[in-house]
């Protein structure tokens, strides 16, 4: 077979199978998938692959193939990775009988499949994450590092709040990736794939809320680069805590509501810091966001719910999964909250979700964690995204403040400062 | 009277088929998810957010689409579906192909050893023109023949 791109002689090697069928066929996936994007070259990954298929559904049973003949060749990523969260946890989240029937067939194979990722590389049994990035579970990128990464909010937060370089790219690919070490290169791994075609003005009177922003943001520049302004004024210069789970949030809300892979942000992310304007490519267009057109964007959001009057039965914080920090200030939050309405638990039934790692070292502090407890709330490390993705879940009336979750599912989205008065005053 | 079309082959090969025609993004996990999980013997499109669509016969057929949405496992369920030997016999797509239906068919290609032939590129008119149920011949070069 004939390649377009520019291969060295390892690459040709292994594409004439000359290190194995197997090898072979991991060789050709990423090459065919790459010039199908017009990479010229293969370029090689500075960084651990970030995984987004953790869950062990049935209906891929290709996958499960695949992975045992990786396997059954001794093959496995060139840097151990992290993953997905996992579905399930009936410690925290609990499932009705007829829940528990429908995820034993959808995630039947969550335990075999757990096996597989760890004989291919899984770094190790709390790398279940989307947020893989955090300092507690440790795949942190570093500016200009090259990646192959496919969970769409982490990708957009290691290009843009980190500076690394991965493409959006499709699940499995990124592990065949991972295991040759290379990935093609094209879009956002290049310099002309990371320049702006859209410059952002934020005229709002107060910081807007970051899921709401990502979202009108994502929703107009769909797939193209934004370079965002004005929100210096409010988050002030370079990268604090509060800011990277600011723009965690905006990014993962921009990700899912269109498909941004990087943005820019004025005085506040790596590259523009360093470049400023000169990101814009000629021509760009503009797009003002102001308080009239957040307002906008909240009222556009449908609801899918039977009976929109419905009083919430399950309330999802953490998607994508909080950080300690966000941790913390949600304890403050509803614990603040309740003494403030003179009650001890929450109404609604609540759960925050991080990953296994922060959730760990939180747990150290015994003093928030009994604190956060004793409001009666649960704390998880599951993918709120796939415990909703099932007939009978998705009819249940869940709020939320992720605009991820509430754009592949059927909860309701609410501004912070009113999930907690629903959670606490219960409807 | 037949209208002829030129794409950028994406993975080749001739054909002969029926078209499916989608105006909206192509939901592949909707779509498929269902007769996938029962191992059907037809997929019968159970995207109930594509009204085009829905409760069409998608085996074998020629699906014609601007592009892929929705979730990243969407290639994989297409490479699931091919095995079962229920996928569709070729994607022709009016823009150029998304990463999820890159990878659903070069995965399918290579690891189940089963070819969607996939042409892309087609154009906006290319979408306007062709109508479910007609008769599409596809060319080893791209050339897409709408009768």
């Known amino acids: 077979m004939k390649y377009k791109m520019e291969l060295t002689q390892e690459e040709r090697e292994i594409l004439e199978g000359k290190h194995g069928e197997t090898l072979q066929k991991v060789m050709k996936s990423v090459v065919l998938y790459g010039e199908t994007f017009g990479a010229r070259r293969l370029v090689n990954l500075d960084g651990p692959v970030h995984l987004v298929t953790s869950f062990g559904i049935p209906i891929l049973e290709p996958v499960f193939d695949m992975m045992d003949e990786l396997i059954r060749n001794g093959l496995e990523t060139e840097k151990k990775f992290t993953v997905d969260p996992r579905p399930l946890d009936y410690e925290n989240v609990k499932a009705n009988l007829i829940q528990k029937f429908v995820f034993k067939i959808m995630y039947g194979k969550q335990k075999e499949y757990e096996e597989q990722l760890k004989a291919v590389g899984l770094k190790d049994d709390k790398a279940f994450t989307c947020a893989c990035y955090l300092p507690e579970v440790g795949n942190i990128p570093k500016k200009g590092d090259v990646l192959a990464w496919a969970e769409s909010s982490a990708v957009v937060y290691a290009n843009s709040v980190l500076g690394a370089r991965t493409n959006r790219n499709s699940g499995i690919i990124e592990l065949l990736s991972g295991i040759i070490g290379k990935t093609p290169e094209f879009g956002l791994l290049t310099d002309e794939g990371r320049m702006a075609t859209w410059l952002i003005e934020v005229k709002t009177s107060r910081l807007p809320n970051a899921q709401v922003l990502g979202s009108a943001i994502g929703m107009k520049v769909v797939e193209d680069v934004p370079y965002i302004v004005g929100l210096d004024r409010f988050l002030g210069e370079g990268i604090s805590d509060d800011t990277s789970d600011y723009l965690k949030d905006m990014g993962a809300a921009s990700a899912s509501n269109g498909a941004v892979g990087l943005y820019h942000v004025e005085n506040i992310t790596p590259e523009a810091v360093e470049k400023g304007r000169e990101l814009l490519k000629e021509g760009y267009k503009t797009y003002v966001i102001d308080d009239a057109e957040i307002d906008r964007i909240i009222k556009s959001y449908p609801v899918m719910w039977k009976n929109e009057n419905a009083k919430p039965r399950l309330c999802f914080i953490g998607c994508p999964h909080l950080s300690l920090n966000q941790l913390y200030d949600w304890t403050d939050k509803i614990s603040r909250e309740l003494q403030k309405k003179g009650q001890s638990k929450v109404k609604i039934r609540t759960i925050l979700s991080a990953p296994p790692d922060v959730i760990e070292k939180f747990k150290k502090d015994n003093r928030a964690y009994e604190r956060l407890m004793s409001t009666g709330t649960k704390l998880t490390y599951i993918c709120p995204l796939m415990y909703m993705n099932n007939p009978i879940c998705s009819k249940q009336p869940v709020i939320t403040n992720s605009n991820k979750l509430r754009t592949y599912t059927t909860s309701r989205f609410y501004l912070d400062d009113e999930i907690l008065e629903k959670i606490v005053k219960g409807y | ?147």
């Open chain 2, 1 to 147: 009277m037949s209208k002829e079309f030129k794409g950028r082959v994406v993975l080749g090969g001739n054909l002969k088929g029926e078209a499916v025609v989608t105006h909206s993004g192509l939901n592949i996990l909707a779509s498929f998810q269902r007769s996938a999980l029962k191992k059907a013997k037809r997929a019968i499109c159970a995207d109930q957010n594509n009204e085009e669509i829905y409760g069409k016969d998608l085996t074998g057929k020629i699906i014609c689409l601007p592009k892929t949405i929705g979730s990243t496992t969407g290639g994989m369920v297409l490479e699931s579906v091919a095995k079962l030997g229920i996928g569709p016999a070729a994607m022709l797509f009016s823009e150029h192909i998304d990463s999820l239906a890159a990878a659903g068919v070069i995965l399918t290609d290579v690891w189940v050893n089963k070819r969607i032939i996939t042409i892309d590129q087609l154009g906006e008119e290319f979408l306007e023109y062709v109508k479910t149920g007609q008769t599409i011949e596809i060319k080893e070069d791209g050339t897409v023949i709408v009768e």
